[in-house]
């Protein structure tokens, strides 16, 4: 049975969707707004290996889409954490949220700039800067800043070098599939034993 080949087929099917764009600006905003999603980089990878001459058209609509879900996760810490802070703890961000908090009460805007290659979900860093007050033009420049190298520079090294890695993707994809399991399996091992 091949598994890891039918899931990759589906997805590089719909990364070439006519509305593929738009779910791919929906994820992100939401990503960076409110919701536990999974980082636009799941989509924004396979459309660009599907569409290598369009990687700057997609990393600035990512971007694009990205900040205005960080504005509104930003406007959200304004003005809803009292229905928030449930939702952070009931979908396990918790401690990451305190951690979110002390890194801006160490770094301020910088943070903001970190937290676009960070493994920390984005969302928090959104809702923590309403929540603390941090000053709006400058949060909206930084999240363009960080989230901006992140995308671009994924979508660039997918353009460049994805369609000569894609025979080889193509035909380890298996070998791949379980590999990145495993290892997702060791670090989650790992992460309980702390």
């Known amino acids: 049975m091949k598994l890891f080949s039918n899931i990759y087929n589906k997805v590089i099917e719909y990364s070439q969707h006519k509305y593929a764009k738009y779910y791919l600006g929906v994820v992100s905003f939401l990503e960076s707004a409110l919701l536990p999603l999974p980082p636009p980089d799941i989509m924004l990878i396979p459309m660009t290996l599907s569409r290598p001459s ?3 058209r997609l990393a600035s609509w990512t971007t694009l889409t990205s900040v205005l879900g960080g504005i509104a996760g930003y ?4 003005w809803a954490y009292e229905w928030l802070g ?16 002390s890194l801006f009460e160490e770094w301020g805007i910088w943070a903001i700039l970190v937290a676009g290659f960070s493994p920390i979900p984005y969302k928090l860093f959104t809702i923590s800067a309403g929540l603390l007050s941090m000053a709006f033009v400058p949060f909206v420049i930084a999240s363009a800043i960080g989230r901006g190298a992140r995308f671009y520079l994924v979508a660039f090294l997918v353009a460049r070098a994805g369609p000569r890695m894609e ?3 193509v035909k380890y994809i298996e070998w791949l599939g379980w ?4 290892l997702l ?3 989650v091992g790992i992460y309980q034993l702390k």
């Open 54 to 56: 369009s990687w700057l």
């Open 167 to 169: 025979p080889l993707i």
């Open 179 to 182: 590999l990145v399991v495993g």
């Open 75 to 78: 406007l959200l810490g304004v």
């Open 185 to 187: 399996m060791v670090v």
């Open 86 to 101: 449930p939702l952070i703890e009931n979908w396990g961000y918790g401690q990451k949220f305190e951690q979110v908090k």
